[in-house]
Every structure is written in structure tokens, then in C-alpha cells.
């Protein structure tokens, strides 16, 4: 009896290890698989998750591309050199660096040299947006801007990619330096909505000042450059203006202003008119009247004590040395659009005068336009004969060249 008990004791031992090893092996495989299928599941979470990351992305940069390609304007482009190659075409709108504003053009105005790049009779550097007169409102500054903001007026001095290290720089004279690239000739231009540029060229317009009368700022500064600043017109003296298109016009206006006599002289009666309405002494049409005759009728035969020349052509430039007075002297600001022109050179020897040749103007000449403008010296609004939209660029081109109309601002 005892040994059956012992024996069974024993048996039951065994079976009981036995059950309590399966039992955990057992639970060992579920613990092993749930392992497996927790790590699975992770995984599986992970990659959805990088899916959802890498759609996410995805979209956001074809977002950003699609944004890309809407920001598109349209402007009025010179392609290529030659004569011509302008279009109004579709522009990505620019972009600016860390010292740049971002400018709406509210008005451009073309300038003689926009129709001599039209007709590749000017240095420039395409393919680039035309224009380089203009106003506008700030809609986005560069991070490094300082004193300027989102909804300032302003007006813009052209003196782009200027080095900043040369001889004419370093003595102030930055609008002659050999690195220049202007709006409209050497970069983009503001014939178009939007416009960037260096914030450091940048001058604030008063309120009383329109956008229109604004954009002929360039204009009214080159002939202040040359006119009160460089050959420096004074009271009382005669003064011939040989030219009645805008810089003719904006001088006499200047010479006007600094109590000058001031005779016009030009071909077209409509400019002639105008120049009346702006207060000038006395107007010649060459075609009607014989110009040294009278000029020595008014002068007594001294001839006159100043010449602006502001037509740049030859037969003007010519008459300009037989009209100055012994010791006179002479404002050059007309370009001629050809690589050489005749003078009378004995005539200048024999006279003497003093020949002043004035390009572009600096920071200087811009706050004396900007002030004479806001006090009612001088009114450039009144120069201005057509206002027109941008696409009707070409419009506006051939009404100059026809001498229709004198001063043509674009609306953006």
C-alpha cells in the first residue's frame, strides 16, 4: 500500500513540473508574440507616419511651386540689342535681398533714352524691364532695412550696382561710376506693377506730391544736377533753352525759377505753347524766325549769358556756340543717339565759353527737386500731356517720336 502511494506521489509530482513547463513555455510564445506583434505595430505607426510627413511635405512644396508660378506681372521688356525687340510680356514679379524694399509702381514715365534703347542708340545691358522714372508705395522691406516701412511713398534715385569703392564714388559721385546698371538699362526697370531696389536710393515724397508729378523726380534732378549745381544759372542773367521737350522744359522752369531770362527755342509750336504756359520770356520756331537774329535783337549782339542744350541735335549744337556770349557758358544735357557730332570748334576757341556736360544727378540734386516741387517752384504736372495703362506702351512710344505728345506717364 505504502509503495503504490510513494510511487503515485511521485507520478503526480511529474505531471504537475510537467503542466507548470508547458505553462510557461506556453506563456512564453504569446509574451514572444505579442512582442513581435506590438514591434510590428510600431513600425507599422511609424510608417504611416512618415507617409503622412512625406504627403505633408509634398504638397506643401507643390504649394510653394504652384505660389511660384502665380506671382507673375506683366512688363514691358527690352529682349535683346538691336532695334526694337521690345514686348509687353508676362515677368516673374522680383525678388528682393536683405537690403532691398520691394516697390508698387503707382506711375512710370518714359524718357528719351527709353526710345533710344528702343532704337539701340543707348548703352544697356538686356534683357531687362524698361524704365527707370517712377514712384511708387514700399510693400516689402529686406530684413537689414532700416528707417522704411510697408506703405511708405517714395521716389528713387537710379544709381543701381554702383561698386561704392572707386574714385567717383569715393568722392560722391557714385551716379558716374563705371559699374553703374540702372533701372531700365543695366536691370530690371519699373515698367511693370512691382519694382525692388536699394533702400539707400530711396527719397520720401510728401503727400502733397502725386504719384505723377513724382515719377519725373529723375528728370527734374538730372537738370538741377546741371543746371543750379555744376554750370550754377544765377539771377539776371539770359538764358537760351534750345529744346522744348521734357528736360528743355523742366529747365527753363528752373531757370525761371532762379530769376533768369529765358528764351525756348524749338520746332514744334504744340511744345512751344507749352513752354508760354510755364512762364518762359520769349519762344523761337527756327522754321519761322531766324534764331541768331533774334537772340542779338534781345541781347543787344553780346549773345546770351547761358545755353542749355537739350535737344542733342547737331544743327542745335551748333547754333549753341554762334548764340553763347564771349565767356558764356553751356549746359549740355541733350543726347544725341549717335557716336559723334560736328562742332565749330575755332567759334568755341575764339569765344571762350565754359562747356559743361552733366549726366545723371545725386542725392543732393533729388532733395532740391523734391523740396522745389512741394513749394510750387516748379510744376512738373504741367509737362505731362498723356497718362496712359502699361500695355499701351507702344502708343505711348510713337506719340513722342511724333512730337505729339511731351511728357507720357504709364500706369501700372
Request: charged share 30%.
Amino acid at each position: 500500500m505504502r509503495s503504490r502511494g510513494w510511487r503515485g506521489s511521485i507520478g503526480a509530482a511529474r505531471t504537475a513540473k510537467e503542466a507548470s513547463k508547458a505553462s510557461t513555455v506556453s506563456e512564453t510564445r504569446e509574451e514572444k508574440a505579442a512582442g513581435e506583434e506590438s514591434e510590428a505595430g510600431t513600425r507599422w505607426s511609424k510608417r504611416c507616419k512618415d507617409r503622412t510627413k512625406y504627403t505633408f511635405l509634398r504638397f506643401r512644396e507643390r504649394g510653394r511651386e504652384r505660389g511660384k508660378r502665380k506671382k507673375i506681372m506683366k512688363a514691358v521688356v527690352k529682349l535683346q540689342k538691336g532695334k526694337g525687340f521690345v514686348e509687353y510680356k508676362d515677368m516673374p514679379e522680383p525678388q528682393i535681398t536683405e537690403d532691398e524694399v520691394l516697390i508698387e509702381v503707382k506711375a512710370v514715365a518714359i524718357c528719351g533714352s527709353d526710345i533710344h534703347i528702343y532704337h539701340d542708340a543707348h548703352p544697356m545691358w538686356p534683357p531687362m524691364i524698361m524704365g527707370h522714372e517712377f514712384s511708387g508705395v514700399i510693400v516689402k522691406t529686406g530684413s537689414k532695412v532700416k528707417n522704411w516701412k510697408v506703405g511708405d511713398r517714395i521716389s528713387s534715385e537710379t544709381k543701381t550696382k554702383s561698386c561704392g569703392l572707386c574714385f567717383f564714388c569715393q568722392t560722391g559721385n557714385a551716379q558716374i561710376c563705371p559699374d553703374k546698371r540702372p533701372f531700365g538699362i543695366g536691370i530690371d526697370g519699373a515698367m511693370a506693377k512691382y519694382v525692388a531696389g536699394p533702400a539707400k536710393l530711396l527719397h520720401v515724397l510728401p503727400d502733397s506730391i502725386s504719384f505723377e508729378a513724382a515719377s519725373l523726380c529723375e528728370p527734374i534732378a538730372v537738370c538741377v544736377h546741371g543746371l543750379l549745381e555744376r554750370t550754377k544759372v544765377t539771377a539776371g542773367e539770359t538764358v537760351f533753352v534750345s529744346g522744348a521737350g521734357p528736360i528743355g522744359l523742366i529747365s527753363a522752369m528752373l531757370a525761371k525759377a532762379a530769376g533768369a531770362f529765358v528764351i525756348v527755342s524749338d520746332l514744334f509750336d504744340n511744345k512751344l505753347k507749352k513752354a508760354k504756359e510755364l512762364g518762359v520770356d520769349v519762344i523761337i520756331n527756327p522754321k519761322n524766325e531766324n534764331v541768331a537774329e533774334k537772340v542779338n535783337g534781345l541781347t543787344k549782339n553780346l549773345g546770351v549769358d547761358l545755353v542749355v542744350e537739350c535737344s542733342g541735335a547737331a544743327p542745335a549744337i551748333k547754333t549753341a556756340f554762334e548764340l553763347v556770349r564771349r565767356h558764356g557758358k553751356i549746359c549740355a544735357l541733350g543726347l544725341s543717339g549717335k557716336p559723334s557730332i560736328e562742332m565749330p570748334w575755332d567759334v568755341a576757341i575764339f569765344k571762350a565759353p565754359k562747356v559743361t556736360f552733366c549726366f545723371s544727378s545725386g542725392w543732393s540734386a533729388w532733395e532740391t527737386t523734391i523740396k522745389m516741387i512741394e513749394r510750387k517752384q516748379i510744376f512738373p504736372e504741367k509737362i505731362i500731356t498723356h497718362k496712359l495703362p502699361l500695355e499701351k506702351w507702344k502708343e505711348a512710344f510713337e506719340a513722342i517720336e511724333k512730337g505729339e505728345a511731351i511728357k507720357v506717364i504709364l500706369m501700372p
